[in-house]
């Protein structure tokens, strides 16, 4: 069955470093997204991304944050420079079509810690 | 504004009880869609149900069901004979009808189930 897979599944990094958050969507899906739970919190929407645009972001989604789909299949949120509260699940979701006849199908997870 | 209440923070049972996990939403939209994602501990989000607001019909799958009801905006999931796989923390979420379909999640419901 196809799956979203992100990577790394843990990323460890110092404060003020970039780090970039990887991810390979459902190939054929056409929506993605990028969401986030801080440890034992909901899940929080930061950004989607259809027909290679920004579609929508929320307010999380600061100038620190970005979001690429460079090569056709991979879908990538960078943080340009970290922070002691980026530290997250950072989750990425794929899906086929509009909500009204698809669901959204999520990755594993990339957990981030900065230290 | 749209908004996700999951009230239940915390359920305990013991296997082969029966749990209704709540969900209460608010929305202004017409058109809009329900869903309840499961977290097992592994840390995922596994889609369980999607509902859109124009189809109230409940719905059954083998020991899970899901009781829509928009006069009181809630779409409530009851787990029965509950198994020790079954914990988790539930997540209901809602969509409204739009470009990006962005998932508002509830603060989530973790079940415990004991032996």
């Known amino acids: 069955e196809p799956e979203v897979t992100q990577t790394p599944s843990h990323q460890v990094t110092q404060m003020g470093q970039e780090v970039i958050l990887r991810c390979v969507p459902i190939?054929?899906?056409?929506?993605f997204y990028w969401y986030r739970q801080i440890l034992g919190q909901k899940v929080e929407f930061l950004v989607s991304f259809y027909n290679n645009e920004i579609s929508e972001k929320s307010e999380i989604f600061d100038d620190q944050f970005s979001v690429e789909r460079p090569d056709g299949s991979n879908f990538t949120l960078k943080i340009r420079s970290t922070k002691l509260e980026d530290s997250a699940m950072y989750f990425c979701?794929?899906?086929?079509?509009?909500?009204?006849?698809?669901?959204?199908?999520f990755g594993q997870g990339t957990r981030l810690t900065v230290v | 504004a749209q908004k996700v209440t999951q009230a239940q923070t915390e359920i305990s049972v013991v296997e082969k009880e029966d749990v209704t996990l709540d969900c209460v939403y608010e929305t202004r939209d017409t058109t809009y869609y329900l869903f309840w994602y499961k977290q097992p501990p592994s840390g995922e989000l596994v889609f369980l149900i999607r509902r859109n607001s124009f189809d109230e019909q409940n719905e059954i799958s083998g020991r899970y069901s899901w009781n829509f009801q928009k006069s009181t905006s809630s779409f409530n999931f009851t787990i029965t004979a509950s198994q020790v796989v079954d914990s988790a923390v539930y997540f209901c979420?809602?969509?409204?009808?739009?470009?990006?379909?962005?998932?508002?999640f509830g603060t989530g419901t973790r079940l415990q189930v004991f032996p």
């Open positions: 979701a794929s899906r086929k079509g509009v909500a009204m006849n698809t669901e959204a199908f």
């Open positions: 190939s054929n899906h056409l929506y």
């Open positions: 979420a809602l969509s409204e009808a739009g470009n990006t379909d962005k998932l508002i």
